[in-house]
């Protein structure tokens, strides 16, 4: 069974940084693009960053210049460095495995809590 664990969620001033991890266990990590969602109350889920199992990274127009993904794959860990936060980066993030190679699986983790207030 995969499990995805997200941790680093938290309280932060606008312009303040963050860092979310995501620790994978279950599964062989190289086989999956890793990403990063959030959700915000009363909006759709969206995607804020994703990474290949190349290493190709895509980000939302709206984090660009502000947020880093990567991804260790001895450890099975994918990281999100937010810095420059906005109010706006607000929500719950959630970890995402989307399998790309063999049979196709999705999974999430249970997701962290990010608020950016003064």
């Known amino acids: 069974q995969v499990q995805l664990v997200e941790s680093g969620g938290g309280l932060v001033q606008p312009g303040g940084s963050l860092r979310l991890s995501c620790q994978a266990s279950g599964t062989i990590f190289m086989f999956y693009t890793m990403g990063w969602y959030r959700q915000a109350p009363g909006k759709q889920r969206e995607l804020v960053a994703q990474?290949?199992?190349?290493?190709?990274?895509n980000y939302a127009d709206s984090v660009k210049g502000r947020f880093t993904i990567s991804r260790d794959n001895a450890k099975n860990l994918v990281v999100l460095q937010m810095y420059s936060l906005k109010p706006e980066d607000t929500a719950v993030y959630y970890c995402?495995?989307?399998?790309?190679?063999?049979?196709?699986?999705?999974?999430w983790g249970q997701g962290t809590q990010v608020t950016v207030s003064s």
């Open positions: 995402n495995a989307d399998k790309v190679v063999g049979t196709w699986a999705n999974y």
């Open positions: 990474i290949t199992n190349g290493d190709v990274r």
